[in-house]
T-cell receptor, first 116, second 112 residues
Framework: GAVVSQHPSRVICKSGTSVKIECRSL??????MFWYRQFPKQSLMLMAT?????????EQGVEKDKFLINHASLTLSTLTVTSAHPEDSSFYIC????????????FGPGTRLTVL | GQQLNQSPQSMFIQEGEDVSMNCTSS?????WLWYKQDPGEGPVLLIA?????ELTSNGRLTAQFGITRKDSFLNISASIPSDVGIYFC????????????FGQGTRLTINP
């Protein structure tokens, strides 16, 4: 159990366009989902935390108007990178936790975004 | 913000050797987690530790939650080629909190 999927796995887009990334918990209901960004050879940087039905909590320095997060159901969260620029190119990873006594995060496979 | 110091940053070993890596912090942690990340993939949870002094094994992997609650180590015995990857420690400072703090990662390379 505890499988998390992401779609798409890779996306290439032109500068100025918007890109939506989906994160789904396949076999459990996720009370909380997280979005991370990872640059090459670096650790994971938390961007935001989202709970179903409420607004996401963004980390300091992350532009909420740039990175729109929607957590519409207990199994789906989306991250939209608006007006993408080359500096937004990165590996975006989501994770989901199912709550309860053991509240660990299970990660999706990641989405490689390349902005030309 | 809170930081975890993970070492070593990289390791180059021969197949069959044992591996040891650790994470330390100036803050007390309530949870220590160890993840492995393969290239182009998301991290996979290997071991979770919840009590000071706890020693937990998962196959050839063994991890311990330090008595001071400020450190943790991960050992891999008799390494095999599929152990190659990046290992991250992660911790939770506040009990019940959801956010994790990640270490910088240890990149493991194995020579056959």
């Amino acid at each position: 159990g505890a499988v998390v999927s992401q779609h798409p796995s890779r996306v290439i887009c032109k500068s100025g366009t918007s890109v939506k990334i989906e994160c789904r918990s396949l076999d459990f209901q996720a009370t909380t989902m997280f979005w991370y960004r990872q640059f090459p050879k670096q650790s994971l940087m938390l961007m935001a935390t989202s709970n179903e039905g409420s607004k996401a909590t963004y980390e300091q320095g992350v532009e909420k108007d740039k990175f729109l997060i929607n957590h519409a159901s207990l199994t789906l969260s989306t991250l939209t990178v608006t007006s993408a620029h080359p500096e937004d190119s990165s590996f975006y990873i989501c994770s989901a936790s199912r709550g309860g006594a053991i509240n660990e995060q299970f990660f999706g496979p990641g989405t490689r975004l390349t902005v030309l | 913000g809170q930081q975890l110091n993970q070492s070593p940053q990289s390791m180059f070993i021969q197949e069959g050797e044992d591996v040891s890596m650790n994470c330390t912090s100036s803050s007390i942690f309530n949870t220590w987690l160890w993840y492995k990340q393969d290239p182009g993939e998301g991290p996979v949870l290997l071991i979770a530790l919840y009590k000071a002094g706890e020693l937990t094994s998962n196959g050839r992997l063994t991890a311990q939650f330090g008595i001071t609650r400020k450190d943790s180590f991960l050992n891999i015995s008799a390494s095999i080629p599929s152990d190659v990857g990046i290992y991250f420690c992660a911790g939770r400072i506040i009990q019940g909190a959801q956010k994790l703090v990640f270490g910088q990662g240890t990149r493991l390379t194995i020579n056959p």
